[in-house]
C-alpha cells in the first residue's frame, strides 16, 4: 500500500534559521506529490505541488521542495523561517485518480 | 472563488448517539472527499465520490459509518453509532478532474467529541 512518512515529529527553530522537513512516499511508479500546511486554527492549504518536469518545485511564501525520484523523496526547505511559519505541515501523494495518501505530519515552532 | 464549505464546526455528543456532517464543495468540483484527521495524526481517507459516484470506501467503517453525495454537489457524512474513537476532526475537501494535477481544496473541517 502508498504510504507517506516524515521525519521530524516537531521542529523548533529560531527565527531567520534554515528550514529542511524530510519526506518519503513507497510507491514504485509515477506519484503526484504536495505540501500542505495548517496555520493554527485554519484549514489546510496547498504550499506546493509536483507532478513532472523541474524537480525543484517552488511554492508560496518562499517555499520549494526538492523530488529526488532515487530517493523516493520530496523534501520541503525554506531558507529563512519567520515566526508566521509556526503551522503543521503535511506532505502527501496521490496516485492519478485516486485520492490524497498524507504523512503524520510535521509540527513547526518558529520562535521569535 | 468561495471555499469548501463544513458545517457545524464543532460537535459534542455522547457515545452510541448518531451525527451528522455537511460539505458544499467548491463549485464545479467533480471530486469529493471526506477525511478523518484525528489529533497529532495525518487525514485518512474515509471516502472519495466522482460525481454522485463512490469511488473508493474502502476505509470507511461500514458498519458505522456512511456518506452520500446526492446529485453530484453537496455530501453528508454520518455517524451511527458514535464511538469515544470517533472524537476527530472530519476533513472535507474537493478538487476537479482538469488538466494538471489537480489539487484538493479543504474545507475548515467539523471537530468532534464524543464523550
Same mark, same amino acid.
Given at each position: 500500500a502508498q504510504s507517506v512518512s516524515?521525519?521530524?515529529?516537531?521542529?523548533?527553530?529560531?527565527?531567520?534559521?534554515?528550514?529542511?522537513?524530510?519526506?518519503?512516499?513507497?510507491?514504485?511508479?509515477?506519484?503526484?506529490? @504536495?505540501?500542505?500546511?495548517?496555520?493554527?486554527?485554519?484549514?489546510?492549504?496547498l504550499l506546493l505541488k509536483y507532478f513532472s518536469g523541474d524537480p525543484l518545485v517552488k511554492g508560496i511564501k518562499g517555499f520549494e521542495a526538492e523530488f529526488i525520484k532515487s530517493k523516493f523523496s520530496f523534501n520541503l526547505r525554506k531558507p529563512s523561517v519567520q515566526w508566521s511559519d509556526t503551522a503543521e505541515y503535511f506532505c502527501a501523494m496521490r496516485l492519478e485518480g485516486q485520492n490524497f495518501v498524507f504523512g503524520p505530519g510535521t509540527r513547526l515552532s518558529v520562535l521569535p | 472563488e468561495a471555499g469548501v464549505a463544513q458545517s457545524p464546526r464543532y460537535k459534542i455528543i455522547e457515545k452510541r448517539q448518531s451525527v451528522a456532517f455537511w460539505c458544499n464543495p467548491i463549485s464545479?468540483?467533480?471530486?469529493?472527499?471526506?477525511?478523518?484527521?484525528?489529533?497529532?495524526?495525518?487525514?485518512?481517507?474515509?471516502?472519495? @465520490?466522482?460525481?454522485?459516484?463512490?469511488?473508493?470506501?474502502?476505509?470507511?467503517p461500514k458498519d458505522r459509518f456512511s456518506a452520500e453525495r446526492l446529485k453530484g454537489v453537496d455530501s453528508t457524512l454520518k455517524i451511527q453509532?458514535?464511538?469515544?474513537?470517533?472524537?476527530?476532526?472530519?476533513?472535507?475537501?474537493?478538487?476537479?478532474?482538469?488538466?494538471?494535477?489537480?489539487?484538493? @481544496? @479543504?474545507?475548515?473541517?467539523t471537530r468532534l467529541t464524543v464523550v
Open positions: 516524515q521525519h521530524n515529529h516537531h521542529v523548533i527553530l529560531s527565527e531567520a534559521a534554515s528550514l529542511e522537513l524530510g519526506c518519503n512516499y513507497s510507491y514504485g511508479g509515477t506519484v503526484n506529490l @504536495f505540501w500542505y500546511v495548517q496555520y493554527p486554527g485554519q484549514h489546510l492549504q | 464545479g468540483h467533480a471530486t469529493l472527499y471526506w477525511y478523518q484527521q484525528i489529533l497529532g495524526q495525518g487525514p485518512k481517507l474515509l471516502i472519495q @465520490f466522482q460525481n454522485n459516484g463512490v469511488v473508493d470506501d474502502s476505509q470507511l453509532p458514535a464511538k469515544l474513537e470517533d472524537s476527530a476532526v472530519y476533513l472535507c475537501a474537493s478538487s476537479t478532474r482538469g488538466t494538471g494535477v489537480p489539487e484538493a @481544496f @479543504f474545507g475548515q473541517g
